[in-house]
């Protein structure tokens, strides 16, 4: 087991199996699609990103240094937990940028029940991003601590 | 809730509960978004207008329209009047019967409604819907210094750009919250620090560089980083109409393809002309663009269309939209090349976009029959939200916009090839 100590965006405590992006989420490439056609499995619709194209994101750990593209994506975020379509957290390798910082802040804020929670951990580091692969399973703690199983 | 930031009196009393709960909920949104990037304080809004990246009545993002639902019954409605990105949909820009379908069952099915949610918010005009805002046929321009509460990316870095305003990347909805209480945290791009060049980009083309290709290779180098850029103005001259429109293009390539929000052109833009080098950070890394990068990378762009050699089905020129030195300018260029090809109209249909009020001032030139002529559509649309729809993905579309080539599966090409594609055909 590794073991990452990250910094509290949205706490929470769940254990899921990890997706892995090297690259940036592009947040309204990868989730219009899914919020616009009824899929709840969240299908990644963004074929710039050969990491998650075609693959199932919610419920999912994801795993990534950021996310890119339109300043729709903290309202994506939103809507995605909402629509209780969002992963089971998001792990930042990165200092959160601007967009998802919004959308986390957003569903906490804003959403209420168990199927809107998103819990968001960053700064985990760049060894964490390096070392989770696609189905490892994650436990994330509430005081930031992020362990791979 | 607020240990590492400071509120005043009032802040803390929205923050509190005393204008009510909606309130409070919209101040500890961006207190906490605030902080999590350090923001020491809450700073006024002082720009006379907002904008807003949410301009389509998209049917998947029914949460928002709700929040804003739940604004207006609140009586949290903007202190400020504001613009908002282009419309979705017109009728004039080419699309089939299956297509529309599309549009208006699945996909923009709340745009009445939510346009009525934008007036009540306190939208600044019923047509002030572009992305390029700051044109001043729109009148959304802010002054030197001016803090800012918007969000769309192309928008924003030209506003911190070309006219030196303030404004972080906002997303959509925290944009409008800033506008509700009239505060927003102060970090990053707000401050002096925050707009310190932590790249120098020296220039050394044998030729004025491609905007929308110097743009995506800096934003890809840089992603989110302050550079500062070196030997563009040589090829820019002055800060004149034509040098606003090529930033214009140039920093939406820098925040679609990387994540840029601020660029410092030696010699041409505000705070370099008032600062110079003392814009840039000690330890600053340095990226030499020449002919060969910008060939590497655009040659770097995949293709994602299913028939690689497929026949271009249309053409978007205008993401972001249009200003009227470039219709006037393009609507020559497209008469010349149908003059060289023997032509009379376009052989590609090609779709210009520009701001209403853009469109409005354009129509009353003799230019803009002359390009009516040519065959060439003008249109408020968005293209992103066009190709949005899963039936245009699939189409062949050829765009000069490294942005829409960015989010969508629009084919890129130089403004020299476009102009090839659409007035002699390049397959």
């Given at each position: ?11 929470g ?13 592009n947040t ?50 939103y ?24 959308g ?15 819990p ?30 | 809730m ?16 005393e ?66 990105d282009?419309?979705?949909?017109d ?7 299956l297509q ?38 729109v ?20 506003a ?23 505060y927003v ?67 939406a ?52 269309w299913k028939n ?15 200003s009227?030195?470039?219709l ?15 032509k ?6 090609t779709v ?23 065959g060439?559509i003008?249109?408020y ?18 765009t ?28």
């Open positions: 087991m590794r073991e990452f100590q990250g910094r509290v965006v949205s706490p405590k769940l254990t899921a199996k990890a997706l892995v992006s090297h690259g940036g989420l309204l490439a990868s989730f219009q699609k899914a919020l616009q056609f009824g899929d709840k499995k969240a299908t990644c619709g963004d074929q710039n990103n050969p990491d998650l194209y075609g693959k199932e994101m919610a419920g999912k750990a994801l795993c990534l240094p950021r996310t890119i593209g339109s300043t729709t994506g903290g309202l994506v975020l809507c995605a937990c909402s629509m209780g379509r969002q992963p089971a957290c998001l792990l930042f390798s990165e200092p959160i940028d601007s967009l998802a910082a919004a986390a802040v957003l569903a906490d804020v804003w959403l209420e029940g168990d199927h809107t929670s998103m968001v951990v960053d700064s985990l580091g760049e060894e964490f991003l390096n070392y989770v692969q696609d189905g490892m399973t994650i436990n994330v703690l509430p005081d930031g601590r992020v362990q791979i199983i | 607020s240990e590492k930031m400071k509120l005043t009196a009032e802040q803390q009393a929205i923050l509190d509960g204008k009510g709960e909606t309130l409070a909920k919209v101040m500890e949104t961006l207190v906490r978004y605030g902080e999590l990037f350090g923001a020491d304080s809450m700073v006024p809004v002082t720009s006379q207008y907002n904008h807003l990246v949410t301009s389509f009545g998209l049917k998947a993002l029914g949460p928002v329209y709700d929040l804003m639902d739940k604004l207006i019954a609140e009586g949290a409605a903007s202190q400020q009047k504001f613009s908002a282009p419309r979705p949909l009728k004039n820009v080419p699309s089939s019967f529309n379908f599309v549009f208006q069952n699945f996909m923009y099915t709340k745009q009445d409604f939510y346009e009525e949610q934008l007036q009540k918010l306190g939208l600044m005009d019923k047509d002030a819907f572009t992305c390029a805002c700051y044109m001043d046929q009148g959304n321009t802010p002054k030197e210094g001016d803090i800012l509460s918007w969000s769309e990316s192309s928008a924003v870095v030209y911190n750009s070309v006219l030196g305003a303030r404004c972080n990347r906002n997303s959509g909805i925290i944009d409008l919250m800033g506008s509700v209480v009239g945290p102060n970090f990053g791009l707000l401050t002096d620090e925050g707009r310190k060049a932590t790249w120098v980009v020296e220039i050394k083309t044998t030729k004025k560089p491609e905007a929308q290709l110097l743009g995506s290779a800096i934003g890809m180098k840089v992603m989110e980083d302050v550079p500062y850029i070196v030997g563009l103005d040589q090829w820019l001259g002055t800060l004149d109409d034509g040098a606003k429109t090529y930033l214009k293009d140039f920093g390539a820098t925040a679609s393809n990387g994540a840029v929000g601020l660029y410092h052109v030696e010699g041409i833009t505000p705070e370099a002309v008032r600062l110079g080098r003392e814009l840039v950070a000690e330890d600053a890394q340095v990226y030499v663009v020449d002919d060969a990068e910008l060939q590497r990378v655009y040659d770097s762009y995949p293709l994602v690689k050699n497929a026949k271009p089905k249309l053409c978007f020129m205008g993401c972001p939209h249009m009227l030195e470039q006037t300018t393009w609507t020559q260029r497209v008469e010349r090349g149908l003059k060289e090809s023997g009379k109209k376009v052989v590609i249909p210009f976009t520009a701001a209403p009020a853009v469109i409005k001032e354009f129509e009353a030139t003799p230019y803009a029959e002359r390009l009516k002529q040519t060439v003008l249109s649309i968005c293209p992103l939200m066009y190709m949005n729809n899963p039936l245009s993905g699939k189409m062949p579309v050829i000069s916009s490294n942005k829409l080539r960015t989010y969508t599966t629009a084919r890129y090409y130089t403004d020299d090839e476009i102009l090839v594609q659409i007035t002699k055909g390049g397959n």
